[in-house]
């Protein structure tokens, strides 16, 4: 079975600091896709990354940037520089590489970004 | 480009009716998801259509049953609607393993 954890429920920052957000899995599959959503007030899932479980290199996007280590089953994502627009909860999810595999959400982290 | 559309956006049923949701996911992606999110809560898995075809059942009441038409369309029909339906029904469309790109959700309210 997957399972992804993260074990922030809530973070509080205030504006232009750098936050990170962890995500830790589990999986017995060798390969493996990881995922970043964001949810805002509104209420959509917005897509913000994919990483094959092949792929370890960092990848960074603007002020989002996310590390992923195999080795410690982790895929944390960094905030730079936040944003009152950066508040929302954030989703980690994990899916199978097979075909139409589901993709298995953590419990989230709520981001707060205050002035 | 073409997103994942959801409708109705907003539903208010009664207990013990009947809902549907639709979901046109986008052109050409061959995988289809269901999800329910209650409040505060992560989105859990419903159900999955690869092709047409139910690909993976996850924590769906017997009361939900779900099909992908011939246009890649998809509708959820849920039945003997309950107080903890109440929730945000996401559907969401995929390509492959590429990234799955998820709808606006439909806000289901039973009262």
């Known amino acids: 079975a997957q399972k992804v954890t993260q074990a922030q429920t809530e973070i509080s920052v205030v504006e232009k600091e750098d936050v990170t957000l962890d995500c830790v899995y589990e999986?017995?599959?060798?390969?493996?896709?990881l995922f970043w959503y964001k949810q805002p007030p509104s209420g959509e899932l917005v897509f913000l990354i994919r990483?094959?479980?092949?792929?370890?290199q960092n990848e960074i996007s603007g002020r989002y940037s996310w590390n992923f280590q195999k080795s410690t089953s982790s895929f944390n994502f960094t905030i730079t520089a936040s944003q009152v627009v950066d508040s929302a909860v954030y989703f980690c999810a994990l899916s199978s590489t097979g075909t139409a595999s589901k993709l298995t959400f953590g419990t989230g982290t709520r981001l707060q970004v205050t002035l | 480009a073409a997103g994942v559309i959801q409708s109705p956006r907003h539903l208010i049923k009664e207990k013990r009716e009947t809902a549907t949701l639709k979901c046109y996911p986008i052109p050409r992606h061959d995988t289809v998801y269901w999800y329910q999110q209650g409040p505060g809560q992560d989105p859990q898995f419903l159900i999955s259509?690869?092709?047409?075809?139910?690909?993976d059942k996850g924590s769906i009441p017997d009361r939900f049953s779900a099909q992908q038409f011939s246009d890649y369309h998809s509708e959820l029909n849920m039945s003997s609607l309950e107080l903890g339906d109440s929730a945000l029904y996401f559907c969401?469309?995929?390509?492959?393993?590429?990234?799955?790109?998820f709808g606006q959700g439909t806000r289901l309210t039973v009262v």
């Open positions: 999986t017995r599959d060798t390969t493996y896709y």
């Open positions: 969401a469309s995929r390509f492959g393993g590429a990234e799955a790109f």
């Open positions: 259509f690869y092709e047409k075809m139910q690909s």
């Open positions: 990483r094959n479980s092949f792929d370890e």
